[in-house]
């Protein structure tokens, strides 16, 4: 299960408190993303970047942040200001520009507590 | 933006039968359609892709159409199999775009 690793595998937030979750690839890939997915709505993009020190956000970044300050590494924060964080979180990487044939990770499940 | 229907969200077929999902799109620019595979509490995997500029594409048990006129491809499983049983995304880019729009999912289950 080598490539790309997410930790950790399950995670709880209290009210008010931002969480980080981790994502770390060993491929080389120039591109990576992170997706959420809620049963019946499949994967969402969050945040996307195509090289360090730069990324763009998806279609439901609010509420989300990260950063790339390593080729290999790229975390997201989920903010106190997500109201509704419960979710299954994919990182995943691509060599293509286009975001073509992505590696995923083997995600993290997110709950409220 | 590009929007991805998927249908059916779930589907049930005898061991052997045939699969058939389908998609449809709404941007005419898109030209990259990849489908992936997720089984019960593993990551996805990309299991086949299209571009824009074939209409069909094979690989063993499994093939994608694509009808760039009606702007909907489709995923094909012949001889099913119960390794088979999973959810199947399908998704839709412009290639370079780093957009990839995926559909709602379908959960597929091969029944013995």
């Known amino acids: 299960d080598g490539g790309i690793t997410q930790s950790p595998k399950y995670l709880f937030r209290k009210e008010g408190q931002n969480v980080t979750l981790s994502c770390e690839q060993n491929?080389?890939?120039?591109?990576m993303y992170w997706y959420r997915q809620d049963p019946g709505q499949g994967l969402r993009l969050i945040y996307y970047?195509?090289?360090?020190?730069?990324?763009q956000k998806g279609d439901i970044a609010e509420g989300y942040s990260v950063s790339r300050e390593k080729k290999e590494s790229f975390p997201l924060t989920v903010t106190s200001a997500q109201k509704n964080p419960t979710a299954f979180y994919l990182c995943?990487?691509?060599?293509?520009?286009?975001?073509?044939?992505?590696?995923f990770g083997s995600g993290t499940q997110l709950s409220v507590l | 933006g590009e929007n991805v229907e998927q249908h059916p969200s779930t589907l049930s077929v005898q061991e052997g039968d045939s699969a058939v999902i389908k998609c449809t799109y709404s941007?005419?620019?898109?030209?990259?359609f990849p489908w992936y595979k997720q089984e019960l509490g593993k990551r996805p995997q990309l299991i086949i892709d299209?571009?824009?500029?074939?209409g069909e594409k094979k690989d063993q048990r499994i093939a994608v159409t694509l009808n760039k006129t009606a702007k909907h491809f489709s995923l094909h499983i012949t001889e099913t199999q119960p390794e088979d049983s999973a959810v199947y995304f399908c998704?839709?880019?412009?290639?370079?775009?780093?957009?990839?729009?995926f559909g709602q999912g379908t959960r597929l289950t091969i029944n013995p």
């Open positions: 995943a990487s691509s060599t293509q520009q286009g975001g073509e044939k992505l590696f």
């Open positions: 491929l080389n890939h120039d591109a």
């Open positions: 970047s195509q090289i360090v020190n730069d990324f």
């Open positions: 941007d005419s620019a898109s030209n990259y």
């Open positions: 299209i571009r824009s500029n074939v």
């Open positions: 998704a839709a880019s412009i290639v370079g775009a780093q957009k990839l729009v």
